[in-house]
């Protein structure tokens, strides 16, 4: 819109934000012109504005951060929604994998072939009976309890795995 448009007394503030938003959305004057119905020309005029000039100006050094914190908090909603998985699914492989993408995300590795074929050893030398209602058990415990569980197995595991290195060697 090339004509000027005259803006009401009541309407400027909300031109001004809708200036501002579409500005950093990174619409040009002549986009936003169109957009809010007022020429390229007054969008200048009100982007020279200092208020205008501030708030967009602060808008754009905080927006990152605003953005980031926004991200962390659905990441940690996202894990949460993984971790109320483990402790509530009835399907074992819809544990394991809510499991394997929490250990993921904590920087925990997956096991290597090499790895995995010493722990299939030391697997088929010993096996630790759990049955059905201990697994029920463990599941229904608090989540600090159930995270002391996971390191007490382990331990138990590590202590195994130490113990058929040295019958080996």
């Known amino acids: 819109m090339n004509v000027k448009s005259t803006i009401l007394p009541g309407e400027k ?3 001004k934000d809708m ?3 579409l500005k950093l959305s990174r619409y040009s004057n002549n986009q936003i012109g169109s957009v809010v119905g007022v020429s390229r020309n007054q969008v200048k005029g009100i982007l020279e504005e200092t208020d205008v000039a501030e708030r ?3 808008l754009q050094e905080n927006l990152p951060g605003a953005a980031l914190e926004l991200l962390q908090g659905y990441s940690i909603e996202a894990v949460q929604a993984i ?3 483990l402790r509530s699914s009835q399907d074992d492989g819809m544990i394991l994998k809510a499991a394997s993408e929490i250990l993921d995300r904590t920087g925990v590795s997956k096991v290597s072939r090499s790895e995995a074929s010493v722990h299939n ?3 088929s030398k010993t096996t630790i009976g759990a049955d ?3 697994l029920e058990q463990l599941r229904s415990l608090p989540p600090e309890k159930q995270e ?3 390191q007490m197995i382990e331990g138990l595991e590590n202590f195994l795995k130490d113990e058929a290195k040295g019958q080996e060697e």
């Open 13 to 15: 503030e909300h031109v």
């Open 19 to 21: 200036v501002i938003v």
């Open 56 to 58: 967009l100006q602060s």
């Open 83 to 85: 971790a109320d998985v």
């Open 121 to 123: 050893v030391n697997e």
């Open 132 to 134: 059905a209602d201990m």
């Open 148 to 150: 002391e569980a996971a």
